[in-house]
């Protein structure tokens, strides 16, 4: 018997998990268990950071939000005012200043002795998909800092800490998630299996935990309506041991905090509580070695699901060793577009296997001229000539050059595949290998591949492997 699953709805494993072994699994909410519609829920977070932004005297009237013209896991150059996009190794591949996308010369000499390290200040990784509407804002209002519509000294960086500071006031005054929760249908795209998978992980033993960095009123809202209707007895608080609202992630899986609080569900207050988690409560703060002691178990025995890469993941795996999973629902886009690519990068890589052939004897033959010119007795190159050769080169280049730029035009139509950057990983898929013991698009697809799964990684490929580039074997 076979059994298959869309590429683009499976889990893939970075590091072997065996989910048997995983005895307690805990998720974020926010575009982890709960979906949010990109031109919407972020659209709104650009429209409220505008008009605090407005009230602080910036001109901000004419910026729109393109959801598509940015993408999860670029690079916010803050002495340059750029966008980039990196390989895994800090090469810097694509770039725009503000708007504006870098020419090829602009790029090279911007950065051509720069690597983008993410530990530097320099830089700011945007991660997580409520990046979208910052990285908008931010490449618009540099244009307006270039065009001297903003007056005053400010700089990239400087900019950069006005957008950041406006986004998250729009965040914490609640008026944003209060739209969202008023009218859920329009921000939501809720994927109706998610329920019956944190179901299956119950009835399969798992210890199942909420940990988010919402606050409680809207958490309620949201859980409510998003799972009250497919859970059994109605209540989206039956699915989960402990629930954990205003995490303050990354600070929760990094620092021992003691004094919390835990809310009172039906009058929504706040009462000091000291001590283990107890099943069934909800809990305001508190700290993941907090959550280990009050279920027994230690890192290796828990699962932890997230959208952000770096409050989520980078953090859990780094401090505390907890198995992790990297939700990413852009990832489905990716491989559905590297699927119906599939032919023509089959032949891609067929015309550039020639290529390297037909580079290699031009290199041959210009070696045998320069034997021949130091010494008239050295054999004389046998092969074609050097300039048949040039322009077979040429005729190649001619067939290569829309598949390649259709290979780079896959996934965001600025920026490309999410995971890529040209022939290499990109610099975001580089961090999710590192921290993310496996990633998939979304929470429901772990119910795909059932609780008992052993999820193996898959075995990765060098420059020395040996690799058929013939497309019929492919």
């Known amino acids: 018997m076979t059994y298959s699953i869309d590429p683009g709805r499976d889990v893939y494993a970075n590091r072997t998990l065996n989910l048997r072994s995983v005895r307690a699994i805990g998720y974020d909410m926010d575009y982890t268990l709960l979906h949010y519609r990109i031109d919407e829920w972020e659209g709104a977070a650009f429209e409220h950071a505008r008009r605090l932004l407005a009230e602080r005297g910036l001109p901000v009237a004419d910026l729109t939000f393109e959801a598509d013209r940015y993408l999860q896991g670029l690079v916010i150059d803050l002495d340059l005012g750029n966008l980039v996009k990196a390989t895994r190794f800090g090469y810097?591949?694509?770039?725009?200043?503000?708007?504006?996308?870098?020419?090829?010369?602009?790029?090279?000499?911007?950065?051509?002795?720069?690597?983008?390290?993410?530990?530097?200040?320099?830089?700011?990784?945007?991660?997580?998909?409520?990046?979208?509407?910052?990285?908008?804002?931010?490449?618009q209002l540099v244009d307006k800092l270039d065009a001297d519509e903003i007056t005053g000294p400010v700089g990239y960086d400087e900019l950069y800490r006005i957008v950041s500071a406006a986004l998250d006031q729009s965040h914490a005054i609640g008026t944003l998630k209060a739209e969202i929760a008023a009218d859920p249908d329009r921000f939501c795209d809720l994927d109706p299996d998610t329920a019956q998978t944190l179901l299956d992980q119950r009835m399969a033993g798992k210890r199942l935990l909420l940990i988010t960095n919402s606050e409680w009123s809207y958490t309620r809202a949201m859980m409510s309506y998003a799972f009250d209707r497919h859970v059994p007895s109605g209540s989206w608080r039956d699915l989960f041991d402990i629930v954990v609202v205003a995490a303050a992630k990354p600070?929760?899986?990094?620092?021992?905090?003691?004094?919390?609080?835990m809310v009172d569900t039906e009058r929504g207050l706040l009462q000091p509580h000291?001590?283990?988690?107890?099943?069934?409560?909800?809990?305001?703060?508190?700290?993941?070695?907090?959550?280990?002691?009050?279920?027994?178990?230690?890192?290796?025995?828990?699962?932890?699901?997230?959208?952000?890469?770096?409050?989520?993941?980078?953090?859990?795996?780094?401090?505390?060793?907890?198995?992790?999973?990297?939700?990413?629902?852009?990832l489905e886009v990716d491989i559905a577009d590297a699927n119906r690519f599939a032919k023509d990068e089959a032949e891609l890589r067929r015309l550039m296997?020639?290529?390297?052939?037909?580079?290699?004897?031009?290199?041959?033959?210009r070696l045998s001229e320069v034997r021949r010119s130091a010494d008239e007795s050295a054999p004389a190159w046998d092969g074609p000539s050097i300039g048949q050769l040039l322009e077979q080169l040429r005729q190649l280049d001619q067939r290569i050059t829309p598949l390649a730029k259709g290979a780079a035009e896959l996934g965001n139509p600025t920026w490309g595949p999410m995971m890529r950057a040209g022939n290499d990983k990109s610099l975001f898929a580089?961090?999710?290998?590192?921290?993310?013991?496996?990633?998939?698009?979304?929470?429901?697809?772990?119910?795909?591949?059932?609780?008992?799964?052993?999820?193996?990684?898959?075995?990765?490929?060098?420059?020395?492997?040996?690799?058929?580039?013939?497309?019929?074997?492919?």
């Open 274 to 330: 000291r001590g283990p988690l107890q099943v069934g409560d909800v809990y305001h703060g508190a700290c993941a070695r907090l959550v280990e002691q009050s279920l027994g178990l230690d890192g290796a025995q828990i699962l932890y699901a997230g959208d952000h890469l770096f409050g989520d993941v980078h953090v859990t795996k780094s401090v505390l060793r907890w198995r992790t999973a990297l939700i990413m629902r852009e």
């Open 353 to 365: 296997a020639d290529k390297i052939t037909l580079e290699d004897l031009v290199a041959q033959a």
């Open 92 to 139: 810097v591949i694509q770039a725009q200043h503000g708007t504006r996308q870098l020419t090829f010369d602009e790029l090279r000499n911007a950065y051509a002795n720069v690597f983008v390290d993410l530990g530097e200040p320099r830089f700011r990784f945007l991660n997580t998909m409520f990046s979208i509407s910052e990285a908008s804002l931010y490449a």
């Open 251 to 261: 600070r929760f899986f990094a620092e021992d905090i003691q004094a919390f609080r």
């Open 430 to 474: 580089r961090q999710v290998e590192r921290y993310a013991d496996v990633y998939t698009s979304r929470v429901a697809n772990f119910g795909l591949r059932t609780p008992f799964a052993f999820l193996r990684a898959a075995r990765t490929s060098l420059p020395h492997d040996l690799i058929s580039w013939d497309s019929s074997q492919e």
